[in-house]
Structure formats: C-alpha cells, structure tokens
C-alpha cells in the first residue's frame, strides 16, 4: 500500500495536564482514498484531527507529512502543506456573506487578485448553488448549505488531503445522503480524504480503510472490504459503536 501523506505515530496528546486523551495512537492517511475514523463518544476521533491539522501539538510521538516529520508545526503550516479541515463545530463567520466568507479563507493571497478569483471559481465550480447565494448571509443558509459552504472554502485552497470531522452531523437525511455522495467523488478528483464519523453505516460503505478508535487507542484497523467480509470484526463492531456492518 502507498506510504501515508499523513500519520500519527504513536501520539499522546493531553488537554490538561498529564490527562491523557490520545495514548499511542499510531494513523495513516494514505493517498487517492477515503480513510474512515469511527468510534464511541469522546474516544478521541475530533481530537486526532485537530493533532493531524497543529491544532494540538502531542506531548509524545511524532505527525508526519509526506513521512517528514512535522511535529509541533502551526496549523497555517499545515495549509501550506496542503492540507485542510472542515471541523465538527460550525465554523462561519455568520453575519458575512457567502462570498465574504469564501474572501476570509483566502487572506494569506487577498491581494493576488488573479488567485483570489481562481478560488472562489473553485469553490462555486463544486457547488453552483454558492453561486447563486454568494450575497447571502451565510447565517442565512439551511444547515446543509452552510455545510456545503463549509466544504466549499476548504476546496478553495485546492488542499490535497482533506480532513472531515462529522461532515453531516444534524444535517437533514437527503442533504447528508448527497454530501456522501460528493465526499466518495473527493479521491477521483485527487483529493485524499480522512473521514470522522459517528454514521458508522456511511463512513464504512465509502472508506477504502477504516480505524477503530477506543479510549484514545487504535482499536483495530483493516480494508473496509474486510470489515464487511468479517463475522468477528462484525461483532466487535456491533458491540463497540452499537452499529451492525451489513455483510
Ligand atoms: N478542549 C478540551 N478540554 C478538555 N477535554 C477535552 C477537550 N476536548 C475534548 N476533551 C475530552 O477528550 C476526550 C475525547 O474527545 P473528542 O472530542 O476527541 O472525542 P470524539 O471521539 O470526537 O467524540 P464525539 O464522537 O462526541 O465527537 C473526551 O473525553 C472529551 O471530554
Ligand atoms: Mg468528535
């Protein structure tokens, strides 16, 4: 299997203190694929993330970009590497536009108009209704517009490895149905894709690989394929998330 464009190796990450949240958990994100992350409640899912992205700099253990290790580097580092987040928490700014909001994300180029405009186009190129709203407030929006937004701003950037963290959680059936949809597309269009999600049944049927996270650990991991094929891991997936895998 190709080598990761970004890993945790065996990371600890602490909120306070010697509180461990994370404890030697060891992740690979390969590239041209779909990574899925599920997992109870608090076993540290968002938390892997904001270590993936600087957000949280590990108290043990390496982060490694393109098997370069990056450990401690700012978020804004990790941009310039390529890589973006779409967090689990609404993230826009409610009272600007849609367009404004899209103009934010690009501040480090805002005055390299030619740039500019190549982003925002990127952006409404994968959602044309952006377009049509770009005046709005993004406050405005329905909430799986506002995702779409959400998901829109990230590709501005044209990032090639893309961090999901519960992409459509209180998001309406349908709406979520068609962000699956455009989430399983990501890696046709080059953009490889780590996946949280507390939707077991849709984080396995698009992933290409899947981890187990329990209490900060890595569980077990393996090919979705296997997870489907698999009567014991089928099992143990029953009984750890409280989700049966079809087979
Ligand atoms: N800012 C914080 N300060 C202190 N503890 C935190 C903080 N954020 C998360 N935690 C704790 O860390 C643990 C892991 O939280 P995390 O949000 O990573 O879990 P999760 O797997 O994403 O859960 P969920 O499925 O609910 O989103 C939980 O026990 C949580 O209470
Ligand atoms: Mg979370």
Redesign the pocket.
Known sequence: MADAVLELDRVDVA??GDIR?LRGLSLKVRPAMITGVI?P???????ALRALYGLLKPVAGDVLIDGRKVTGLPPWKFIDNGIALVP?QRSLFNELSVEDNLRLACWSFRRDRARLEEALERAYAQFPMLRDKRRDLAGSMSGGQQRFLELGRALALRPRVLLLD?PTAMIAPRISAEIYEFIHGLPAQGITVLLVD?NVRQCVRISDHLYV?ELGQNKVDGSARAFQEDAGLRDLIAEWVDYRIDA
């Open positions: 909120y306070h949240i997992g409640n608090g076993a540290g899912k968002s938390t689990q519960e507390q996270l």
